[in-house]
């Protein structure tokens, strides 16, 4: 079993930053896939973006990309999920994802962009 926190979302104008956190609570190093998806109100979960071991394979949902960034660090245990140039369409609930023996989810967590 596989527990995954995260951290760091809120309110923030159109325009503005966010930094997601995701930590798991085995090694992060063990972890194949981590991931980030997204629920906005009315709509299903989609996959923004998502990141393997070693960086080998990184992508990124059409909408985000150019202004999302996936990382993940081994030395602090932690996946990130950087947001700049946020728009009111990113609104949603963000979840952290990891596929080890088995899918695994956060508890996700509130973006709300608006002014």
């Known amino acids: 079993q596989v527990q995954l926190v995260e951290s760091g979302g809120g309110l923030v104008q159109p325009g503005g930053s966010l930094r997601l956190s995701c930590t798991p609570s085995?090694?992060?190093?063990?972890?194949?896939?981590m991931a980030w998806y997204r629920r906005a109100p009315g709509k299903e979960r989609e996959l923004v973006a998502s990141?393997?071991?070693?960086?080998?394979?990184?992508y990124y949902v059409d909408s985000v990309r150019g202004r999302f960034i996936i990382s993940r660090d081994n030395a602090e245990n932690m996946m990130y999920l950087q947001m700049n140039d946020l728009k009111p369409e990113d609104t949603a609930v963000y979840y952290c994802?990891?596929?080890?023996?088995?899918?695994?989810w956060g508890q996700g967590i509130q973006v709300t962009v608006s002014s």
């Open positions: 990141i393997t071991r070693g960086d080998i394979a990184v």
């Open positions: 994802n990891a596929i080890y023996d088995t899918g695994y």
């Open positions: 085995i090694r992060l190093y063990d972890i194949y896939t």
